[in-house]
C-alpha cells in the first residue's frame, strides 16, 4: 500500500490517494482518494471523496463517490457503489442535492442496471 500527497495543482487542489501494489485505488475504513483545496486561513475544504476496494469503487456503509460543493462543503453529488457497480438497496443509488441538502434528483440501480 502506497499513500500519496500532491498539489497543489493549476486549480489549487490537493490530493491524497491510497493505492495496492498493482497501482490500483484502495483503502479500507476510508477514502482511498481525497481531493482538496486550503483557504487564506488554512482551512481545508473537501470537493471529492472516492472510496474503493482494489481499483473498484465500493463501499458497504456509505456512497463510494461524494462530490461536495467547493463554497460550502456541502454535499451535492452521491454515488453508492458495490464491486464497481452501481448499486443499493433501500434507496437511490445516485442523489443530487440542491444547495440546500434537499434531493432534487435520484437515479436507482440494483448490480448496476437502473431501475
Do not use: C
Request: glycine share 14%; hydrophobic share 25%.
Amino acid at each position: 500500500m502506497s499513500v500519496t500527497h500532491t498539489g497543489p495543482d493549476e486549480f489549487g487542489l490537493y490530493y491524497q490517494e491510497y493505492r495496492d501494489e498493482l497501482g490500483r485505488l484502495h483503502r479500507e475504513g476510508g477514502p482511498a482518494l481525497r481531493v482538496w483545496w486550503v483557504d487564506p486561513k488554512g482551512r481545508q475544504h473537501t470537493v471529492r471523496e472516492i472510496w474503493a476496494n482494489h481499483g473498484d469503487f465500493h463501499r458497504e456503509d456509505g456512497p463510494a463517490i461524494i462530490h461536495y460543493t467547493e463554497e460550502g462543503g456541502h454535499v451535492w453529488l452521491e454515488e453508492w457503489y458495490y464491486a464497481g457497480q452501481k448499486h443499493r438497496e433501500g434507496g437511490p443509488a445516485v442523489v443530487q442535492y440542491d444547495g440546500g441538502g434537499r434531493p432534487i434528483k435520484e437515479k436507482y440501480y440494483v448490480h448496476g442496471k437502473e431501475l
